[in-house]
């Protein structure tokens, strides 16, 4: 047993409305079937014409770059200095939504495909159909990723093949059960591709041979790769999350949680923003049985829900713009218990109370 | 010009202290110079011994492996429900530190090795001395990754060759130079590796024959692979980047910047909080030429840097508790400005002014 990664060679420029099945049929007469193709979704897009017209440099070039940059973006993931990194309408998150002036005229920007997996589908079709070839298809593109320094190649769209080899409920010898063997293979022939590829000048087809024993049509394409935005624990950058955390806090709202309030949460919160409030403010953590009747008289539509109070003192005389400042301070709290995870509410202090308001959680 | 991906069959089970390079080596007869080995992480381990004993079962064996893993990170990357991400001693950011529980009896895990470039040079440096084979060495491990489903086979350590491929500032046929053409060509031969192994039963070495011409001991390893944290645009999991952010607005510091303030983004700072204020409660934004007298007699040490001033008007006549709730909404502002990258400080009214409170930006 053993595959080979073979390249095709002399496809030469492609323009668009060059058929691509013609062109490596041609290029390829030794193709058989079962060979998995992986083919730069470069080539793709140029036979589909997903170019744009852009002036070749100055201030007009960057202009016209972002405006196709905004087209081809669904939502922005991350940015630092000139770098964009977005997620595209297909879902794929890469820098730039794939957009790439190389291997192209000065005056012209490549897309991606519009639907890579119809590509790979197209494709392998008109093999099948034209030259009675039964092969599968991986249109391919070259991706960054967070943590590792270096590109590799992955699958954009794929036909005649899962994108994914699925060995969950496996066992292995020593009798454990396999639970996270969920393989991309189709990027890992993506990968596989590029070693050729990058090893030749203008290789834009690799054949993997061997891989495949048949193919077929009943699977998703590239599609199932994409992770949804909701279940990635990385769905945006580190620096455009701490910035939403910080417009969160602006408009933390206002309410006790459910849930039983742990003590020691409160003090880490109440230790956290110790260094920044007033020297003067004093917060005390009440957890007595007076608790629920001060409650109670300060906020009737709390009673049940609201666990602890936190209650702010400043020495006397009290100046308006210590008491302002005190409210402040309070927020500050507030967002401090927010952090580790406990909802609270300002209130004005219980009746009888000495303090100057009061925090529920 | 072609590359071939072979399986090494016939190793069977690894214990501690097992000679890797006799077995692959007495394994694989047919291995010539420059070919390049991938050899599954998990066996390199279990040659090193980097094994712990834990519980088969029962609440005991969860104790166990969260102080290994424990033990394994440098630092947690993102969590959710018993999912760890983590960055190990080495760099890399894996699942649960790459322990794995796998193809191991019930009774140990399986950590990753302590150095696996030295390791990958140590079994290239023996095949070398002991069986006159000058080969490269990748170690390799499973990965999963942000944004797409599915996981991948990656280097963890690598010698004989440079972990990335460099094109920079090679010219493509259009006259472009190319930009970001480093290619982590080992990642790619790792996963090339897993295509062989994946589709045999417990094949824990692959051979990839045709990429390398000649081997070379001048690399840094795998090492390259690892992106230090400050410049990863994705260093920290979402939720804990928007937590942090909750954090930082805990301990917001205080003081205006030095940049001038675009008027814009302060009206989207108090657009922002609009919804969350008292209704009672008017922030007027003053950038008229009074405002660096005002700030030259409210805060004699930031007439300079201040450029602009919000102040917060009330409704006479003030009750206590509702300076309290202003000073508080004042905070959110703050916030808000914060997150539109606008700083500030909180002062007392400017004399003579008929504000509660005043911000200075």
Redesign the interface.
């Known amino acids: ?7 095709v060679l002399g496809i030469g ?1 492609v323009t668009e409305g060059d058929d691509l099945a013609a062109l490596i049929a041609t290029a390829a007469p030794w193709l058989h079937d079962g060979d998995v193709l992986v083919v730069t979704s470069k080539i793709v897009s140029k036979a589909e014409g997903r170019l744009v017209d852009v002036p070749a440099d100055g201030p007009g070039r960057l202009a016209a770059r972002d405006e196709v940059l905004a087209a081809e973006t669904a939502r922005v993931v ?1 940015t ?1 200095g000139a ?1 964009r ?1 977005v ?1 595209t309408h297909h879902g ?2 890469m ?1 730039s939504a794939g957009i790439d ?6 005056t012209r920007l490549v897309l991606l495909p519009k639907d890579p997996d119809a590509s790979a589908r197209a494709l392998r079709a008109a093999l099948r159909e034209r030259y009675d070839l039964d092969v599968a298809v991986i249109v391919s593109d ?1 991706m ?11 699958a954009l769209g794929v036909a005649g093949m899962p ?3 699925d ?1 969950r409920g496996e066992v ?5 059960e ?1 639970h ?6 189709v ?3 993506a ?2 591709g ?3 590829k ?3 000048d ?1 290789v834009p087809v690799a054949v ?1 041979r061997g ?1 495949l024993t048949v193919t077929r049509d009943d699977d998703t394409g590239a599609r ?4 949804d935005a909701e279940l ?23 309410g006790p949680g459910e849930a039983p309030v742990d003590p020691a949460a409160v003090r880490r ?1 109440i230790a ?2 110790a ?2 409030v007033a020297p003067g403010a004093v917060f005390t953590h009440v957890t007595d049985d007076d608790v629920r009747a001060m409650l109670v008289a300060a906020v009737p539509r709390w009673p049940e829900r609201a666990t602890a109070l936190v209650l ?1 003192e400043l020495p006397a005389p ?1 100046d ?2 210590d ?14 218990l ?2 580790e995870g406990v909802p609270s509410a ?1 209130l ?2 219980p009746a009888g109370s000495t303090a ?2 009061a925090l529920a959680l």
Chains 1, 2 share one sequence.
């Open positions: 047993m053993r595959l080979e990664i073979l390249p420029d991350a630092r770098t990194i997620q794929f998150v820098a002036a190389s291997n192209v005229d000065k070259t960054g990723r967070p943590w590792r320094n270096g590109l590799t190649d992955v994108a994914i080899r060995h292995d010898p020593y009798g454990n396999l996270l063997t969920e393989m991309a293979v990027d890992e022939l990968g596989a590029e070693l050729i990058g090893k030749c203008q993997v891989y199932e790769l994409v992770r990635d624990l990385f769905s945006l950058g580190t620096a455009e999350a701490t910035a939403a955390g910080l417009a969160a806090a602006a408009v933390l709202p206002d919160a956290a923003v260094g920044v702010g009290v308006p713009a008491l302002v400042r005190f409210g402040a301070d309070l927020q500050r709290l507030r967002t401090a927010a952090a300002l004005p202090p100057s308001a």
